[in-house]
């Protein structure tokens, strides 16, 4: 009994040294925040970009070369610094330290502003000094009075009725302000927005959902429609939040979006639907998962734990669903032949095929997959 209340009391005394460790980081961290506000500043004095990806390297190298000397995890402290790097360029973001001193603030109507992308966007636009309306179903404020009284005029509605509604604001958009939508398919929207205003027009795609933490290096896509003015200035709006522009052809960014959304999301379902229909709970599973099963299972369960009418209309209105959703199925069926047949050297084959299609990305596909299985087992 003596031995087991000595353990106690001395687990006790480590635990409030550790407390006491850990008051010490944060206070530490804290300052390393004030340094990063002072940062901030100089950034936007001398027109710094917000990212140095140099100096990140360097400093990973470094934290890891000291981390090496004192016997810790290197992949651990590097995931550390990485996530500590991240809250910096947010914190410098939220400072507007990339925002440029003559991007003059505008006056943005986000039509759709109280669904979940509305939100987001309304979010980034107010944090860059931009005054926001909000125009929805259930607002005082319609689509038309908005358009008018806006700078940009920002469609954000679901992909049904987004022509609909671009037919309706368009004509209320001054000649002289942005109209741009956000929509996942472009070719329509954009003709759509040419056609019924001669107001400058942007065809937009975030490609991230409402639910993200950080806007640094998440990805939207410009489709330029008319007026390069304006559209200079949404691309120093959305660098200066962090975001990363690919520039794209309506055609070919709906070309892309058959491969990364109607795919990827029509194999999530069908994986969801042959599990549901396998005859084994979901618990049964869970009991033998291994850390990769269950990183696909959250992205399933994820896809599943959202909206049936947003993931319907994404696939739905692509205009080159049926192409590929017949790609998929040749190559089920194709693949199944091979596995209900036991024919290895078929199996094979498909293999070496997919492999050559990867190439040098399945090395990174290794590494950054095993990093965040890794993250998965410590948070299990």
Request: proline share 4%; glycine share 6%; net charge negative.
């Amino acid at each position: 009994m003596n031995s087991d209340t000595n353990a106690r009391e001395q687990l006790a005394s480590l635990r409030a040294d550790i407390d006491a460790i850990d008051g010490d980081v944060l206070k530490l961290l804290g300052k390393r925040a004030e340094v990063v506000t002072h940062i901030a500043g100089v950034k936007r004095e001398a027109s710094i970009p917000i990212r140095d990806r140099q100096r990140e390297a360097e400093l990973l190298a470094d934290r890891c070369a000291q981390a090496r000397r004192l016997d810790l995890p290197i992949a651990e402290i590097e995931a550390l610094y990485r996530l500590l790097l991240l809250t910096s360029r947010d914190q410098q973001a939220a400072l507007r330290a990339e925002v440029p001193d003559d991007l003059e603030p505008k006056t943005v109507a986000i039509i759709g502003g109280q669904g979940g992308m509305g939100l987001c966007l309304a979010r980034l636009f107010s944090s860059l000094g931009n005054k926001v309306l909000i125009a929805d179903l259930s607002t005082d404020l319609d689509s038309a009075a908005a358009a008018q009284q806006a700078d940009v005029v920002v469609v954000s509605v679901p992909i049904d009725v987004t022509l609909e509604v671009i037919r309706h604001v368009g004509p209320h958009v001054r000649d002289d302000a942005l109209l741009m939508d956000v929509t996942s398919i472009k070719s329509s929207p954009v003709e759509t927005m040419l056609e019924c205003t001669s107001s400058a027009v942007l065809g937009t795609h975030p490609m991230f959902g409402p639910s993200i933490h950080s806007f640094q290096n998440q990805r939207v896509v410009f489709c330029e429609g008319r007026g390069k003015e304006w559209s200079l200035w949404a691309r120093k709006m959305f660098q200066a939040a962090g975001l990363v522009i690919t520039d794209a052809q309506p055609e070919e960014h709906d070309r892309a979006m058959v491969v990364v959304q109607v795919l990827n999301h029509f194999q999530n379902e069908v994986f969801g639907l042959a599990l549901a229909r396998s005859g084994v709970t979901l618990n049964q599973t869970l009991r033998f998962t291994s850390p990769a099963y269950r990183m696909e299972l959250y992205m399933a369960s994820r896809h599943f734990a959202q909206s049936a009418r947003l993931y319907g209309q994404i696939q739905m209105n692509n205009p080159m669903r049926k192409e590929v959703i017949d790609i998929f199925r040749q190559a089920a069926g194709e693949l199944g032949e091979v596995v209900a047949n036991q024919d290895q050297p078929a199996f094979d084959a498909v293999f070496d095929e997919v492999a050559a299609y990867f190439g040098p990305f399945a090395n990174e596909a290794l590494e950054q997959s095993s990093f965040l299985m890794d993250r998965l087992v410590e948070r299990s």
